[in-house]
């Protein structure tokens, strides 16, 4: 293949064909292959061209080997107004996905057929960008500013019958794409039909009553992030002017844009997810087998771990403790099935055919025999799972991966207890099983590497972003959160609300603060995991006694109406409740803690320096590979604001020596808790950045 884009005459048809594997993408040799092939069609005799990609999908966005570069030209921009500006029409075939620049050359063509299962869409925002290709600006001239305006600001990928609904594309085809194009172009030439180009549009009219309802609605659920309102300014503003016009406002906010931290934060997320599942130590190791897999546990986290498994194709075969909480297990599986149905997840009849051909529920350990992965996700409790891995050793077949779902506990103690720790490994998924993307892989010491391996294709086949993470308590999520929650505490006794931290916090960009969590999650969790440490807990170490008197009193969280907020029907979603104030007040007192005020800066300052100089040792004691994996477990599991791109990240943007600088100062108070991690301080002498870390 000397060019990734050629040109073909069939008769009075032109084919401008895009190969350029694995998806497309427009790099500069396409770019350049696209303006040349357009310009070999213009010079034909051919009356109309078919614009089609080779493989499994259309142009699906920008060649990621050149971010960050100086892109070359021709501009994607130039390319696609080429295109356009053609006298003679072009006729575009999409099919697998067209998003991006993809998207948007789609939007430059005249004509539009999508093969069935094709999806458009605009994803710019999730790096923090806007489109740039002229999606702002063709897209409202085409389907109408809110529903164009929709498709941009979610980032999501519009199905081909919604496409057409839309009139984003103008007719659907079960036929390859070679022959859907060739027999709408046909059409073309038989209708005399001539160029229609986007960019001559009017945008239509729309009730800007709606245009502000969306704006308020994006506003609240992309809260910090700045792209996707400034997108709909480009083309709000842009809509009401010439073509030539809205592209200069488009180009000035992506550019401006590009230039952001925001930007360059969302850009080492993207990277970053993709990184985590590469381990250099895995490559050349083949995994085990994963066809059947078993769930011990049918409550909470075990029930979404089979949904998570059912619905990627997986067998599995469910042990709960009777036959009474085995049927309890499976009508809450079936249920959360049904759910997925109600949301257009998955079809009625899928969801009967899982329930009755691959999902087992019992209360037999026997019936685990044959699985290929076991998943135990019983109550955290050192001496229960000892036992339940000491049964499994005893049942399951040779081969079998035995995996924990623990929290915090030593995946080398329960690996102990059979006689082949070697297939032994934590499989930490975060709850809704089914539902949150981060899967921490805990690396045991005599963990095998293939087994290892089988712990990552299992995250594959589930959907999910794994994180290779070493034995500790905690792991790397749960360790760095008990470090930060405890610098959240140890501010509310010295005179913070734990209200006016959850405020500042979600106003940083978290979704929860600590205290709201810990209402969600259950007052009780916290509790056991202080009792469970106390034996072990240093004098020295400050602590926040009010939970456990929360616990005492029988206010656990959500679950029974109070925790440190009051849910009723007046505020489902939780008030603060004087009350907690009050109990702090008496611990305070009992301590003998004069309180003082915090500002918001303040907090925010103290709660982000614990969270990275925990993550400093994690990453410096081998438990996270690099900070990258501290980055994503903390972006995926724990709800770090993307826009901030992770803890790690957002250190190098304010400079690790104004975090080092920081816990040096609390240290003169306590330096206990502030112990600067070592790799933290080499950094800073070295004048390097967690970043450095991160290549290769």
Not at 80 to 108: D, M, N, Q, R, S
Not at 283 to 302: A, Q
Not at 328 to 339: E, F, P, S, V, Y
Request: with cysteine.
């Amino acid at each position: 293949m000397d060019t990734p884009v050629t040109y073909e005459a069939h008769g009075e048809i032109g084919v401008i064909r895009v190969n350029n594997p694995p998806v497309n993408a427009t790099g500069i040799a396409v770019r350049e292959g696209l303006v040349a092939a357009a310009d070999e069609f213009a010079a034909s005799p051919q009356k109309v061209a078919v614009l089609v990609a080779e493989g499994r999908t259309f142009i699906a966005g920008a060649d990621i080997k050149e971010f960050g570069q100086t892109p070359k030209e021709p501009h994607l921009p130039d390319v696609i107004a080429h295109i356009e500006a053609l006298e003679k029409p072009v006729v575009c075939v999409i099919h697998g996905t067209a998003l991006g620049g993809g998207c948007e050359v789609a939007l430059g063509s005249h004509y539009r057929v999508a093969v069935k299962g094709a999806r458009m869409g605009l994803p710019e925002v999730n790096l923090g960008l806007i489109p740039g290709a002229g999606g702002t600006q063709r897209l409202p001239r085409l389907i109408g500013m809110i529903p164009a305006c929709e498709m941009f600001t979610s980032g999501r990928q519009v199905g081909a019958e919604e496409c057409l609904q839309l009139g984003l594309v103008d007719a659907l085809s079960d036929k390859t794409p070679f022959d859907a194009g060739m027999e709408f172009a046909q059409s073309v030439l038989d209708q005399g039909k001539g160029v229609r180009r986007v960019s001559e549009m009017e945008v239509a009219p729309y009730d800007e009553a709606d245009l502000q309802a969306l704006k308020s609605a994006i506003a609240r659920k992309q809260r910090g992030h700045v792209c996707h309102l400034r997108g709909i300014e480009a083309a709000v503003a842009g809509g009401k002017l010439p073509f030539a016009e809205g592209m200069k406002i488009e180009r000035q906010a992506f550019w401006e844009l590009m230039q952001t931290p925001q930007r360059a934060a969302m850009i080492h997320a993207f990277f970053s997810e993709r990184k985590t599942a590469s381990l250099p130590e895995l490559k050349g190791v083949t995994p085990r087998p994963l066809d059947h897999i078993g769930v011990i546990g049918g409550g909470t986290m075990g029930g979404g771990i089979a949904v998570s498994c059912l619905l990627s194709g997986l067998k599995v075969t469910l042990i709960e403790r009777d036959t009474k909480a085995a049927q309890k297990a499976r009508d809450g599986i079936a249920k959360t099935l049904a759910d997925s149905v109600k949301r257009g997840k998955l079809k009625a009849e899928k969801r009967e055919a899982l329930l009755a051909e691959a999902l087992v529920t019992s209360d037999d350990y026997n019936s685990l025999a044959e699985v290929d992965l076991v998943i135990e996700a019983v109550f955290e409790s050192m001496e229960v799972k000892k036992d339940v891995f000491t049964k499994l050793d005893a049942i399951c077949k040779q081969g079998a991966v035995l995996a924990s779902n623990t929290s915090y506990l030593d995946i080398d103690a329960i690996a102990a207890m059979t006689k082949r720790p070697q297939d032994v490994l934590g499989l930490h998924f975060f709850s809704p099983a089914h539902v949150m993307k981060l899967l921490e892989i805990v690396d045991a010491e005599k963990t095998a590497p293939e087994v290892l391996a089988t712990g990552f294709a299992l995250a594959k086949a589930l959907k999910k972003i794994p994180v290779r993470a070493g034995v500790c308590d905690g792991f790397i999520g749960n360790r760095i959160l008990s470090k930060y929650r405890a610098a959240g505490d140890h501010m509310v006794l010295e005179g913070a609300s734990p209200f006016q931290i959850d405020k500042v916090l979600v106003d940083f960009g978290f979704a929860m603060g600590p205290y709201a969590v810990a209402d969600l999650a259950g007052i009780d969790i916290g509790y056991l995991t202080r009792q469970r440490l106390a034996p072990t807990r240093d004098k020295r170490e400050r602590f926040g006694e009010w939970g456990d008197a929360l616990y005492h009193k029988g206010r656990l969280g959500r679950k029974t109406g109070r925790g440190h907020y009051i849910y009723d029907e007046q505020s489902p979603k939780g008030r603060p409740d004087p009350e907690v104030e009050e109990i702090i007040a008496e611990e305070r007192k009992a301590k003998g803690i004069t309180p003082r005020e915090f500002t918001d800066a303040e907090i925010v300052e103290r709660y982000m320096a614990a969270m990275i100089n925990e993550g400093a040792k994690v990453v410096g004691e081998g438990i996270a590979l690099r900070p990258l994996d501290v980055d994503v477990t903390k972006l995926y599991g724990y709800g770090f604001p993307r826009f901030r791109g992770g803890p790690m990240h957002y250190a190098d943007h304010i400079g690790l020596d104004t975090v080092l600088a920081t816990i040096k100062a609390q240290a003169q108070a306590d330096d206990f808790f502030w112990q600067p991690a070592p790799l933290l301080e080499q950094l800073v002498n070295e004048g390097r950045n967690f970043s450095s870390l991160n290549e290769g």
